[in-house]
Nanobody
Framework: QVQLVESGGGLVQAGGSLRLSCVAS????????VGWFRQAPGKEREFVTT????????YYADSVKGRFTISRDNAKNTVYLQMSSLKAEDTAVYYC???????????????WGQGTQVTVSS
């Protein structure tokens, strides 16, 4: 079992930055790929980014490429999502999720956090 807790969300102006954190419980955190997904009101959940077990591989949705950066610190059981040049359309609840392998769809992930709200004002 892996429990995930996100933090770092909030209200920010367009063009600003935020850093989200996803802290995992358990000793086997380094055995999981971790992804970030988001869901805006009235929309389906969408993939944002993911990082491999070691952190060597990362993948991004086209909508965030060049603006968001995912990283992980396995010693701290933490994955970070650095978001820059934020736009109003980035407004959503952001969720982190863990999987035994890297995946680009939500159904490939077994464990989910409760989410953190990110609101970007234009």
């Amino acid at each position: 079992q892996v429990q995930l807790v996100e933090s770092g969300g909030g209200l920010v102006q367009a063009g600003g930055s935020l850093r989200l954190s996803c802290v995992a419980s358990g000793r086997t955190f380094s055995s999981y790929a971790v992804g970030w997904f988001r869901q805006a009101p009235g929309k389906e959940r969408e993939f944002v980014t993911t990082i491999s077990l070691s952190g060597a591989r990362t993948y991004y949705a086209d909508s965030v490429k060049g603006r968001f950066t995912i990283s992980r610190d396995n010693a701290k059981n933490t994955v970070y999502l650095q978001m820059s040049s934020l736009k109003a359309e980035d407004t959503a609840v952001y969720y982190c999720a863990a999987s035994r392998k890297v995946g680009l769809t939500g159904r490939e992930y077994d464990y989910w956090g409760q989410g953190t709200q990110v609101t970007v004002s234009s």
